[in-house]
């Protein structure tokens, strides 16, 4: 497989795992409300503003989880808590570590 073809599935993978796949969380865990769901679920990428503060914005060899304030393990911490509360709250607590799963295994699988 070209390197080429490796970056476009990893690209392929990746925004699967944040925009498509939550789709699927939502109809499972929450099938009578799954578009709002769905929406607060897609509303925790806004957690990537931290990358705005990067220099360079985007470096592929970097790893965002650890390295962006939003992503470090402290934050990370505060996401899990976030599970342990009801309604909306753990939406987002779903939201945000799912996101951090993601981009930590978008590292990984590719470094």
Known sequence: MAFSDLLSLKSIIHYFLHFIFPVFIALVFYKDNWK??????????????DHLFADPVFDPERAS???HFLHSYYAIAVYFLLLFFKGNIRIIGIGLLFHMLTDFLDFQLWH
Request: hydrophobic share 60%; proline share 0%.
């Open 65 to 67: 989880v650890g390295f």
């Open 36 to 49: 709002k769901t769905y929406l607060i679920l897609l509303s925790t990428m806004l957690v990537d503003l």
